[in-house]
């Protein structure tokens, strides 16, 4: 259509007149229409950018809270509000739970720790410990549900429950090392530095290491239950990569295992005790049965060793130049050590009394009394430990009270020797007694020493207990390289170490810490557990006081 005309310069002829006024109608409809369609298309186009702006919603929400929070606080801040409960989705999610199936409006507050209540609860419960962090979900009725007399009932106070949660949560880390370059001569880069992998190209954090770690050796989980527990979570975890995984932290580790075993062998007193291990495959001949051999001092150091056999070689290698105490199980195999200028044995009253007991069923009477005898012995032990006594008085209380028994049991074994026959059971009991005579009394002498070797058959069960789990180990290194780790683990857990603080801790430092002695168990404890205890309540505290309200959602 052309442009608009003056009156002058319309026609004067009707019929062209018409023409004109059905052209401009036809224009203006033309027009009308592609509006329409462009309106429509912004409306699509609106519709879908709102559609797609509701699924990030959702998503955020579904990381980091309940689809129905109501967030507080300022949204021009740095830190979300919601950063701090990234890992308290669970709890998130069934406080809003609770929240929309009663109708309560609610809040939910991570706590720093040490601020549970004060007040001394009756009862057998105990208390829980002050260093875990407190999530404190609040719920209260909402405004419609709390009148009465006309007016809003007051709140007077609340009724508080404590339980413990549990929350296990995996997910990716990804680690940015921002870099940099000159503008000038675009030849200088540098990168931000960052920390290194403890397994070059490996896929696990060394949190996640010492996850593993701690599951298979302190919790016995084979590698291929671990696997189907990672599998459930949607994670492919082949049972190859946790075995190797751990396998090449036993490598990084074994130097800190061999520090300390010479803190070991530098006491005075070892307990020393061993149990079989199936090897799988030993020199292409198929299944051989292996040993697990345990060192542990009075300082609770852990350490493992495994042999292919129970020959002498095994704790040659370790005793041969320990001139103190060895408390074992009179095996043969130990006496080697006890030669003149050697170490001096220490026997054990617990194997001791097995034996009479194994004979109660022939000598009924005389091995119930034997077995008195011996228990008056331990009784004596009960009686320093109840009065706290230090070496010195150990050694006087037993000076005073168990020799006497000694001597008095000595007779007696000497006399019911005569009575039995000297095969059968109890004959058998008495002649093991009588030959270790000299070992089962040297602990009189001694405060430090113990009157059995149960400590050490404590520290033996761990193996015995995941050896029904795991049934074998592979090959003789691998045996070894696992006891690198059980004697880490062990160690840990003797002292009052978090396994998996300390194993993800000295993972992180093995490859920059040049005093190796400060990486052991005992070590860490001293130098690096009370760094890592502040950060991690620095951390909390960080977080603490961000509180999400929990309010039902709108029917509309």
Known sequence: MSKCKTATQLPDDIDALKALVLERDATITYREVMITERDAVITSRDATIAHLEHKVELLTRELFAPSSEKRTGSRESDDHPMQGHFLFPELLAAAQRVADEQGVHGSIELRSTGRGSSRKKKGRRKKFPDHLPRVRTVYKLPETARQCCGQSMAAMGEEVRQELERIEVTLVHEIVRTKYVCKSCKQHLVTTPGPEQVIDKGLLSTNFLAHVISEHFCQHMPYYRLEQKYAGEGLALSRSVLCNSTHRCAELLKPIVDQMKKEVLAQDVIHTDDTPITIQKHNNSGRK??????????????????????????????????RGFIQADAFPVYDIFFGPGGATEVGCWAHTRRYFIEAEGTEPELAAEAVERIRELYAVERQAKREGLDEQGVRDLRQRLAVPMLDSLRD??????????????????ISYTQNLWKALTVYTENGRLSIDNNAAERAIRPLAVGRKNWLFVN?????????????????????????KDYLADVLQRISTCT???KLTPHGWKQHFAGEVAARRAVALSALAGVQIDLDKPSDD
């Open 289 to 322: 049965t292996g040993r697990a051999w345990i060192y542990l001092d009075k300082q609770d150091r852990h350490v493992y060793e495994m042999t292919e056999d129970r020959s002498q070689a095994g704790p040659i290698s370790v005793l041969k130049d320990h």
């Open 412 to 429: 007696w074994l000497a006399v019911t020797a005569t009575q039995v026959l000297d095969k059968g059971p109890m004959g058998k009991a």
């Open 475 to 499: 090959n003789l290194e691998a045996g070894q390289r696992a006891m690198v780790l059980y004697s880490l683990v062990q160690t840990a857990r003797a002292i009052g170490l978090p396994v």
């Open 515 to 517: 005093d190796i002695t």
